[in-house]
């Protein structure tokens, strides 16, 4: 089972860092993965973290950064100079696949999701 969370409501330039907090089983041998469904949208990919490589979208590299920490089974996304267009839920999400990191459908286990918000 996978816990989101960390969300809120900040303005833009703001930072926030989401957890994703995993229990039932030990996830540090899966590929973990941030994804994010704005408002009308489709869901879409925005970083992954494969043992120590790490994966981001375009629109998020250089201001997002996603880490592990397998003592406490939990994964971070740390989310600087967020920007309106950064208003979303975001999941996290477990793989097992280490060839599709950006591919929704490749993930097993998905979380309930916290939901960003970020005014102008």
């Known amino acids: 089972q996978l816990q989101a969370s960390g969300g809120g409501l900040v303005q833009a330039g703001s930072s926030l860092r989401l957890s994703c907090a995993a229990s039932?089983?030990?996830?540090?041998?899966?590929?973990m993965g941030w994804f994010r469904q704005a408002p009308g949208k489709d869901r879409e990919f925005v970083s992954a973290?494969?043992?120590?490589?790490?994966y981001y979208a375009d629109s998020v590299k250089g201001r997002f950064t996603i880490s592990r920490d397998n003592a406490k089974n939990t994964v971070y996304l740390q989310m600087n100079s967020l920007k309106p267009e950064d208003t979303a839920v975001y999941y996290c999400?477990?793989?097992?696949?280490?060839?599709?990191?950006?591919?929704?459908?490749?993930?097993?286990?998905w979380g309930q999701g916290t939901r960003v918000t970020v005014s102008s």
């Open positions: 999400a477990a793989s097992t696949s280490r060839s599709r990191v950006r591919i929704g459908d490749s993930y097993e286990y």
């Open positions: 039932g089983r030990t996830f540090s041998s899966f590929v």
């Open positions: 973290i494969n043992w120590g490589i790490t």
